[in-house]
């Protein structure tokens, strides 16, 4: 079964550069997450969006903005990158399907910030 | 206090062994609940949902007491390759009708054979 992308796998930056990390949700999942998980961290929920609309926020720097894309792929926007931004992020998707709401995650992007 | 605790372990068990792992959550909000599985370096990867009363797949057995507002996890005649780290995930009503993943810290499963 399809799963979802992310790319790139591996990303390396210096501090105050851009990054921009992509995510393909599981075809038909309306609804795209990303979370930010920092080394021996659990993940931490940054931002999500509905039909291409945000529907909730969390821990997300303003330096960072995300939006989705008419073919539901999102993309994470990060800029002023700091040492502290280095870390796994994730995409989940998943169908607004009510309480349920799985989310399925993709194999993540790993930034490295020097 | 994080709103998702569990015992972060390690658990050190043989092969064959019976493990239970503890979850607790204070949000007496959360809708549904979750058991993932996350190797090193690795996504996390869904291993049961946990609804009403809880739930069996095979040897993984998942309970929920809303009450108490606790989770749990046991595994049967553990294996090699159950070693990972078991995260407890709560799913919190979010704006506009979303949901979104609460994560505890992990319970870390070491499991020699």
């Known amino acids: 079964a399809a799963g979802v992308i992310q790319s790139p796998r591996h990303l390396i930056k210096e501090k105050r550069e851009t990054a921009t990390l992509k995510c393909y949700p599981i075809?038909?999942?309306?609804?795209v997450y990303w979370y930010q998980q920092g080394p021996g961290q659990d993940p931490q929920f940054l931002i999500s969006?509905?039909?291409?609309?945000?529907?909730d926020k969390g821990s997300i720097p303003d330096r960072f903005s995300a939006q989705q894309f008419s073919d539901y792929h999102s993309e994470l926007n990060m800029s002023s990158l700091e040492l502290g931004d280095s870390a796994l992020y994730f995409c989940?998707?998943?169908?607004?399907?009510?309480?349920?709401?799985?989310?399925?995650f993709g194999p993540g992007t790993r930034l490295t910030v020097l | 206090r994080k709103e998702v605790e569990q015992d972060p372990g390690p658990f050190n068990v043989p092969e064959g062994a019976t493990v239970a792992f503890n979850c607790t959550y204070s949000?007496?909000?959360?809708?549904?609940f979750f058991w993932y599985r996350q190797d090193c370096r690795k996504e996390p990867k869904l291993l049961m949902s946990?609804?009403?009363s809880g739930n069996e797949d095979g040897r993984f057995t998942a309970q929920l007491n809303r009450a108490s507002q606790y989770i749990s996890l046991l595994i049967r005649d553990s294996k090699l390759s159950d070693s990972a780290t078991y995260l407890c995930?709560?799913?919190?009503?979010?704006?506009?009708?979303?949901?979104?993943?609460?994560f505890g810290s992990g319970t870390r499963l070491l499991v020699r054979p």
């Open positions: 989940a998707s998943s169908t607004r399907g009510g309480l349920t709401d799985t989310q399925y």
């Open positions: 075809p038909r999942h309306d609804t």
């Open positions: 969006f509905y039909e291409k609309m945000q529907s």
């Open positions: 949000n007496s909000a959360s809708q549904s």
């Open positions: 946990v609804y009403s």
């Open positions: 995930v709560v799913n919190n009503p979010g704006e506009d009708s979303s949901y979104k993943l609460i």
